[in-house]
């Protein structure tokens, strides 16, 4: 037995964060690492159990160190970016909390094997899964690609395509039989037209070199 744990951060019908900004995100990952910490304490099974919390869109860096601690397997929902940053910044969380939204680089720096998902219904169309990656490395909205909503947080096409190959495999427990392209795994295999490791690096590429003219113009 392990647990998923959500971090929902806001209802349905609850008011414009305005005037609650400063409340919405003590009562998420906290908890849950209180929670996994108990459970970790008081299990007589092996400490290997991968508990995971998922979504984390305003997890801070200091949730994410705790998690490291108790070795939790953290699932983010970092497409929200692609669809959501401008609303986000706009009339919801505003800049600071935005840009920080899903913080993976900071995953990665504390040891942490992190995978990215999606929530059909929270978003319009079908799943996109090469979306996910794409946000996950260059943190843009599908509408405005020169905004970078937290530029230290991206991560690099190795690491995103773990996210959702063999670190997610891993997570829910099934890295000795998928995830990656290994002898003995099951053949679960995606064909595509393009390779995403280059295909992924000429956005970014063409991405640093608008910064960076960006920021000569001004």
């Given at each position: 037995m392990y647990l998923v744990l959500s971090t929902e951060m806001i209802k349905v019908n609850s008011p414009p964060l305005k005037d609650s900004r400063d409340n919405v995100e003590k009562p998420t990952v906290n908890c849950?690492?209180?929670?996994?910490k108990q459970v970790l304490n008081e299990s007589?099974?092996?400490?290997?159990?991968?508990?995971?919390?998922?979504h984390l869109g305003l997890c801070t860096v200091d949730d994410i160190v705790r998690s490291a601690?108790?070795?939790?397997?953290?699932?983010?929902?970092?497409?929200?970016l692609y669809f959501y940053a401008k609303s986000y910044t706009e009339h919801i969380f505003g800049a600071e909390r935005?840009?920080?939204?899903?913080?993976?680089?900071?995953?990665?720096?504390?040891?942490l094997r992190w995978s990215i998902h999606q929530d059909h219904a929270t978003f319009p169309g079908p799943p996109l899964p090469f979306a996910?990656?794409?946000?996950?490395?260059?943190?843009?909205?599908?509408?405005?690609?020169?905004?970078i909503y937290g530029p230290e947080y991206c991560v690099s096409i190795h690491e995103a395509m773990k996210a959702v190959t063999i670190d997610a495999a891993w997570q829910i427990h099934?890295?000795?039989?998928?995830?990656?392209?290994?002898?003995?795994?099951?053949?679960?295999?995606?064909?595509?037209?393009?390779?995403?490791?280059?295909?992924?690096?000429?956005?970014?590429?063409?991405?640093?070199?608008?910064?960076?003219?960006?920021?000569a113009a001004g």
């Open positions: 849950y690492c209180t929670l996994s007589e099974e092996p400490k290997d159990m991968r508990h995971r919390v998922e601690k108790l070795n939790l397997a953290l699932s983010f929902f970092v497409c929200h935005t840009n920080r939204w899903t913080p993976l680089s900071e995953a990665t720096k504390h040891g996910n990656l794409k946000t996950a490395v260059t943190r843009t909205h599908r509408d405005d690609k020169d905004t099934k890295d000795d039989i998928l995830g990656s392209l290994t002898k003995h795994k099951r053949a679960d295999l995606l064909i595509l037209s393009k390779n995403p490791y280059e295909v992924t690096s000429m956005i970014v590429a063409w991405w640093l070199l608008k910064c960076c003219l960006s920021r």
